[in-house]
């Protein structure tokens, strides 16, 4: 067992070799993006040594075994039971390590001041209070939520993450982990969660009539493959 020491990518196949059918953007060896300090089981090594196929907290796949710190059981253990700080800003540097939306850091202490964390090396690193982070799960907050979301705009699309952004399904996952709230990865598993307000809409103007008395930011809508997060009205419009 044992944690990334930084974001890394997680592929199909123990290569970093892409994999594709005439467009390099969809990378068909590139399983998802896993976040700094995440948990990750163990099960097995490449015959080349470089890679791990490991379990996470949503998926398996190949990592690069030189991202991957381990730890004894107990220790994992111990890990996994501290208290914590959620990032709310990407690109948050804590102690090297680089964090985005919705990542969790182990946490020593805190004051006024700074928090005190545990690095994925097992080091320790001091955090400014500076607005990038909260202590614990946050309550959930439609402002907050709003910043975070309204904040990725001018990302591009990155399909499984491998630039080092994200996808529909990765966008909505992280923004929903900053309230302790951790979904499936897939799109076509995230429908599954939550109150259904429809299924299939008749025509528009029964699609329109459910958004009319839909939460923002809290309503999600699926396409086939593929996901968004209702925003509510501006100026009469959607």
């Known amino acids: 067992v044992g944690?990334?020491?930084?974001?890394?990518?997680?592929?199909?196949?123990?290569?970093?070799?892409?994999?594709?059918?005439?467009?390099?953007?969809?990378?068909?060896?590139?399983y998802t993006r896993m976040s700094a300090f995440a948990p990750v089981f163990i099960m097995h090594t490449s015959k080349d040594g470089e890679f791990y196929y490991i379990m996470s907290e949503?998926?398996?796949?190949?990592?690069?075994?030189?991202?991957?710190?381990?730890?004894?059981?107990?220790?994992?253990?111990?890990i996994q039971q501290m208290p914590f700080i959620r990032v709310i800003k990407d690109n948050t540097t804590i102690g090297g390590v680089q964090y985005g939306i919705g990542d969790k850091v182990p946490l020593l202490s805190?004051?006024?001041e700074q928090a005190l964390v545990l690095?994925?090396?097992?080091?320790?690193?001091?955090?400014?209070?500076?607005?990038?982070?909260?202590?614990g799960n946050a309550l959930y907050d439609e402002k907050l939520m709003k910043e975070m979301a309204e904040s990725q705009l001018e990302n591009p699309?990155?399909?499984?993450?491998?630039?080092?952004?994200?996808?529909?399904?990765?966008?909505?996952?992280?923004?929903?982990?900053?309230?302790g709230a951790d979904i499936p990865r897939s799109s076509g598993l995230q429908k599954l969660v939550g109150k259904k307000l429809i299924d299939k809409p008749k025509n528009q103007e029964e699609f329109y009539a459910v958004l009319r008395n839909a939460k923002p930011y809290r309503t999600l809508i699926f396409f086939k493959g593929h996901v968004i997060m209702y925003g509510g009205m501006e100026n009469g419009d959607y």
């Not at 020491?5 to 969809?26: Q, V």
């Not at 949503?58 to 111990?78: C, D, E, H, L, T």
């Open 3 to 30: 944690f990334t020491t930084e974001s890394i990518n997680m592929k199909l196949y123990p290569t970093h070799d892409t994999i594709h059918r005439g467009n390099k953007k969809f990378d068909s060896n590139q």
């Open 58 to 78: 949503f998926m398996r796949g190949w990592v690069p075994v030189n991202k991957i710190k381990i730890y004894s059981q107990v220790a994992f253990s111990g």
């Open 110 to 112: 805190y004051d006024k």
């Open 119 to 135: 690095t994925p090396k097992g080091s320790y690193a001091s955090a400014k209070m500076d607005g990038s982070y909260v202590i």
């Open 157 to 179: 699309y990155d399909w499984g993450g491998k630039e080092g952004y994200r996808d529909c399904s990765a966008y909505v996952r992280d923004l929903w982990r900053v309230f």
